[in-house]
């Protein structure tokens, strides 16, 4: 370049921009033989990613509902039937409990514990992004401890101390209630920590300008915070309920009377060594049950989702 | 409640704008506002906490269990030591450092294929003038949005020797090219000789592997994704008019400016990965001989088959303080490569 003059290079650099502009345009840098490769390796991947999806699904809706065990490999089923559906909606398992009972325990547990840690957690969220008091540092380094360890690492204390809490005949430990305290203890900080750090993206001017217009520091909160804070709070209890909709060891530890089972553990007990009289199309129904719901929920919020977590994640 | 008088408000109004705007962030009772959340985690978080270090230098068991029943024994540092020197007899093959060891070997080798896959795949689709980007783009998040518990137990079994679907698909490959189908009667979970002489792994970790990865490289692509579309074009002009390769571009001006926005996603992937007690639970159990077994998984069998409470608690503080150091380490890192400048 150097022996080049100046304008000769200006020239030279107009022209390559021009040609790039040009291929940016039309789009067809990519030679055709290229395309294929590139094809190629595509769908083998969709293949991959696909290919356990549409074996449980095709299981699922095979029209031979009573498949014990899959002989041949089947990922596009031989026409199409919910008898598999229907098998299970009375008893899934050999547990005395059907299956809308355990949809609806799945679904308060979840819901529950989900919306429980928003409604506490966006007060004190606030109060940690905007703030500045005596002993904030100690308190959110107090939170975020608590992030760092698994919900596993709690499961004893939990179980002895919730163990006695006994009011007549109610155990507190084997009630879905219990379930939803335990999940609560890391839960809640998770929630804290997601929605301070979308709330520290919201400009503080918005609040300001409310408070010079006479509202009330309280009213600012509930008039201005709240609205603006709304997808960040659907989406942290979204990400809650996720983990309290395929919740297992604490309801698993936890839970006695079948009538309280959730689906997650109903699953378990129809995979594996341990479930050989459950035909496998009845577990890939309940897979499906299990899914289908958050997945599609999952998928159409799925462009905030991954921002909601590198939010509450970067920021730590 | 700090309601707002006409007066004060007036006060206010007359007031510089910087004293204003600092009144205001001082006028509600910021622990008020923390006073719900505070309470609920001191009776939910912290206090079970507390009481599981109590617990870890005690033997407390099922005999202490029931709501009357005799306060358990202390007894010191016998957890402790008893969990350091393998001598936990209700476990078979209990191996504490072997565990350990596994896990931290099982997190990176995962999140290093997690990155690896996830980037190329994230480069692939970035290509000017592929066909059917959006498409593609959309069937990979697929792993992302299904749960991991259902994930997990579909896997455990397609991987069955008899019925499973990839015996069933290899079988079938190995046909088109003469192979006997019996020779893809794989036992993936429980086989116990190394498939791979030299390397002490069962099929199982493979097992696990392979369905890790699975589930693991679309975070990695959508993260990278983000990134890439936010490199400016203007590098890779300035780059193909001095004669840089692809190949080039792709080492000096990609992968370092992915870097900024992969270490967060890579940390985020080491401890999803380092307790991602689902996957090892349902697919593999922990088999075959516990070799497959990580600490959180430990730590569930020693409350729910052994009920060895006191154990479980000493087995969570060791849990704690390796999580403690991992995240001293990687937020290291990650401060140290926060910022790059271009």
Not at chain 1, 99 to 126: E, H, R
Not at chain 2, 57 to 66: M, Q
Not at chain 2, 98 to 113: A, D, E, G, Q, R
Request: net charge positive; glycine share 6%.
């Amino acid at each position: 370049m150097s022996s080049l003059s100046a304008p000769a290079a200006d020239a030279a650099t107009a022209k390559i921009k021009f040609a790039y502009a040009e291929s940016q345009i039309v789009g067809q840098k990519m030679t055709l033989p290229k395309q294929i490769f590139f094809q190629l390796i595509l769908l083998f991947i969709t293949f991959t990613v696909l290919f356990p999806i549409l074996w449980v699904v095709s299981m699922s809706v095979d029209p031979r509902a009573d498949i014990m065990r899959p002989t041949s490999l089947e990922l596009i089923p031989p026409g199409f039937s919910l008898k598999a559906y229907a098998d299970i909606l009375e008893k899934p398992t050999s547990n005395p409990v059907n299956l809308p009972t355990l949809f609806l325990n799945s679904l308060l547990l979840a819901g529950g514990s989900a919306i429980a840690s928003v409604l506490v957690g966006v007060f004190a969220a606030y109060s940690f992004s905007r703030f500045k008091f005596a002993g904030r540092q100690v308190l959110m380094l107090a939170v975020i401890a608590v992030l760092i360890l698994p919900n596993v690492a709690t499961l004893a204390p939990l179980f002895v101390l919730l163990n006695r809490v006994v009011i007549g005949d109610f155990n507190l430990r084997d009630s879905l209630l219990g379930v939803g305290l335990a999940l609560l203890t890391t839960l809640l900080p998770f929630s804290i920590w997601n929605l301070k750090g979308y709330i520290d993206t919201i400009p503080k001017e918005l609040e300001e300008a409310a408070m010079i217009d006479g509202c009330s520091p309280n009213q600012t909160f509930f008039r201005i915070m709240l609205p603006l804070a709304t997808p960040a709070i659907a989406i942290t209890a979204f990400l809650g309920f996720m983990s309290g909709w395929t919740e297992f060891y604490l309801s698993w530890q936890f839970l006695t009377n079948p009538q309280n089972f959730t689906l997650a553990m109903t699953l378990y007990n129809m995979t594996g060594q341990f479930a050989s009289s459950t035909p496998w199309s009845h577990f890939s129904a309940m897979s499906v049950i299990i899914a289908l719901p958050v997945s599609v929920v999952y998928l159409a919020l799925q462009k905030y989702m991954t921002g909601g977590l590198t939010i509450g994640g970067v920021k730590g | 409640m700090a309601t707002l008088t006409r007066e004060q408000a007036r006060a206010q109004m007359t007031a510089p704008g910087t004293t204003r705007r600092k009144s205001f962030w001082k006028l509600t009772n910021p622990y008020l506002y923390l006073l719900p959340a505070m309470a609920v985690m001191a009776v939910m978080t912290y206090y079970p906490m507390a009481y599981g270090i109590w617990m870890s230098f005690t033997d407390y068991g099922l005999k202490n269990l029931r709501v009357n029943s005799a306060a358990p024994d202390f007894v010191g540092l016998q957890n402790y030591i008893a969990i350091l020197t393998n001598n936990v007899p209700q476990i078979a093959n209990f191996d504490f450092f072997y565990t350990l060891f596994f896990n931290l070997f099982w997190t990176f080798s995962n999140v290093i294929f997690h990155v690896v896959i996830g980037v190329l795949i994230a480069v692939l689709l970035n290509a000017k003038g592929l066909w059917f980007k959006g498409v593609y783009r959309a069937i990979f998040v697929l792993p992302i949005v299904i749960p991991t518990l259902v994930v997990a137990n579909v896997w455990r079994n397609m991987f069955d020797p008899d019925f499973g679907a990839i015996n069933q698909f290899l079988a079938s490959m190995g046909g088109l090219i003469g192979i006997s189908p019996a020779t893809f009667h794989i036992r993936w979970i429980e086989s116990l000789n190394p498939p791979i002489p030299g390397i002490p792994l069962p099929l199982a970790y493979f097992a696990l592997l392979i369905t890790n990865i699975w589930l693991g490289w679309p975070f990695m692509t959508i993260v990278a994704t983000g990134a890439l579309q936010s490199i400016s074009k203007d590098f890779y002009e300035a780059a193909s008019i001095d004669g840089a390769s692809p190949t080039q571009q792709f080492f000096s001006i990609t992968l370092p400016l992915l870097r900024p926005a992969m270490v967060p996603a890579i940390i985020y992937g080491i401890t999803l990965t380092f307790n991602l007690f689902n996957l090892i639970y349902f697919v593999s159990g922990g088999g075959p001989l516990r070799e497959t077994e990580i600490l959180v998984t430990t730590a569930f069998r020693l409350v729910n088959e052994q009920s060895l409470y006191g154990v479980a608690a000493a087995f969570a503080m060791y849990i704690a303080i390796i999580l403690l150091i991992i995240t001293l380490v990687t937020n290291r890192i990650s401060r140290a490569t926060e910022s790059y400048d271009v």
